[in-house]
């Protein structure tokens, strides 16, 4: 492990920007070096769908909170690294942001099969990490330094479920499909399972499994089908989850689809298609969330995307956000411009841990003791497709 140096420089840069602040007027001031927040996120491979989106909400927000005085005055500066959803790729991200960048903080990985990776190197060099969209079981607990904006699958899957029930009363048999090579997959499927068999007393007739990796179905497909199952709810990836959804309606299955949270996002669309219409899905984030920095958040998503911020941008601004908010609630007692990196980083994750309340684009939130989520909103949505099946979108359902 490198040794940190002070960051004298910076410090002295950073008073004299902190006078110029007290101003108030609106946006940071750029005399003093940038406050440094790792973004390891995968932009190439099987999870770049997500992460792409990932990166457009953290840019939205760092833009946002440098326009309205940063952090006291100092602006923050995202250092992104692309993990390529890939273990080996996101553990070489940490340690590059947390040896060379020597970041406050990292948002990341895309993939809790990523994290369970690459948190613990995080974890054990006392640098904070805020999960972007990690949803399996067991996240926080990695480590004290590890904590995230995404509610895990037990808080927001289920509502998928309940939404597909309400919509088609008669529902007996229930099976599941998911990818046995992905940690979030297998997290989520026992959630499905679980409640689909104990809370709402189903009967579970087949349990499909395949890979990330896998691009025909016919197999899975054709044993759902004969299991005579009213409804599929899939864990998977993107485009794995796609083709099944395509390959399970061409064959003729006609029961519902739940899809997990790797269903969850509009780059779906072109890979099922037509065959996406009626696909219900769990959701951590409403565009329609009303507090004035989702206003903010969704204004500036659609000027610069022309379409609804997606619930992965939305946590993804509310990671940089989280972060902003508690560096400069500390900056106000004690100068982070006073302060080594080392000393900020476990400020930081102490900060973060108090239970200060955050008003974000996921509603109003904290974290636990153990670095989880405290978030009270979900909702479920059903994918709408144009009737040539190129575009779509997610229509949110009341409860
Ligand atoms: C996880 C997930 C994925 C769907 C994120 C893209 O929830 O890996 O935990």
């Known amino acids: 492990m490198i040794k940190q140096r002070s960051i004298a420089s910076h410090v002295a840069m950073l008073v004299?920007?902190?006078?110029l602040l007290l101003s108030a007027c609106g946006g940071a001031t750029s005399s003093a070096p940038p406050i440094s927040i790792g973004l390891a996120i995968a932009q190439t491979g099987s999870a770049a769908s997500f992460g792409q989106d990932q990166v457009i909400g953290a840019k939205i927000a760092e833009k946002w909170i440098n326009d309205n005085g940063g952090i006291n005055g100092a602006l923050i500066k995202l250092v992104i690294k692309d993990t390529a959803g890939d273990e080996t790729k996101a553990v070489t991200a940490f340690q590059s942001l947390i040896n060379e960048s020597k970041v406050v903080a990292i948002i990341g990985p895309t993939l809790?099969?990523?994290?369970?990776?690459?948190?613990?190197?995080?974890?054990k060099a006392k640098v904070p990490v805020m999960a972007p969209s990690n949803t399996a079981k067991g996240i926080p607990q990695i480590g004290t330094y590890i904590q995230r904006v995404s509610a895990p699958g037990s808080a927001v899957a289920p509502n998928a479920l309940k939404a597909a029930l309400k919509a088609n009363p008669n529902i007996k048999k229930v099976a599941v499909a998911y990818a046995q090579n992905d940690a979030f997959s297998k997290?989520?499927?026992a959630v499905f399972q679980s409640v689909l068999t104990s809370d709402l007393q189903l009967e579970l007739v087949a349990v499909q499994t395949f890979q990330t990796t896998d691009t025909d179905f016919t197999s899975q497909a054709t044993n759902l089908i004969?299991?005579?199952?009213?409804?599929v709810a899939i864990s998977g990836l993107l485009t794995d989850s796609g083709n099944l959804v395509k390959q399970l309606r061409d064959l003729g299955y006609k029961g519902a689809?739940?899809?997990?949270?790797?269903?969850?996002?509009?780059?779906?669309f072109p890979v099922c298609q037509a065959q996406c219409d009626g696909i219900f899905v769990a959701q951590a984030y409403s565009a329609d969330t009303d507090n004035a920095v989702n206003k903010a958040f969704r204004d500036a998503y659609n000027a610069e995307q022309k379409k609804t911020p997606s619930q992965f941008a939305g946590q993804a601004f509310t990671a940089v956000q989280v972060i902003a908010e508690a560096l400069k609630a500390i900056d106000?007692?004690?100068?982070?411009?006073?302060?080594?990196?080392?000393?900020?980083?476990?400020?930081?994750n102490n900060m973060l841990k108090s239970g200060m309340k955050f008003s974000t684009p996921l509603g109003e939130i904290s974290f636990d003791k153990e670095g989880e989520i405290m978030q009270t909103q979900f909702y479920a949505a059903q994918v709408k497709m144009d009737a040539d099946g190129k575009n779509g979108k997610f229509v949110f359902l009341t409860k």
């Open 16 to 19: 004299s920007a902190g006078t």
């Open 112 to 123: 809790s099969q990523e994290a369970f990776v690459a948190d613990p190197i995080a974890d």
């Open 187 to 189: 997290s989520e499927t």
């Open 226 to 231: 004969n299991s005579k199952a009213d409804l």
């Open 257 to 268: 689809i739940v899809g997990g949270n790797g269903l969850n996002n509009p780059n779906l």
């Open 332 to 348: 106000s007692k004690s100068k982070l411009s006073g302060m080594t990196v080392e000393q900020i980083r476990t400020e930081l």
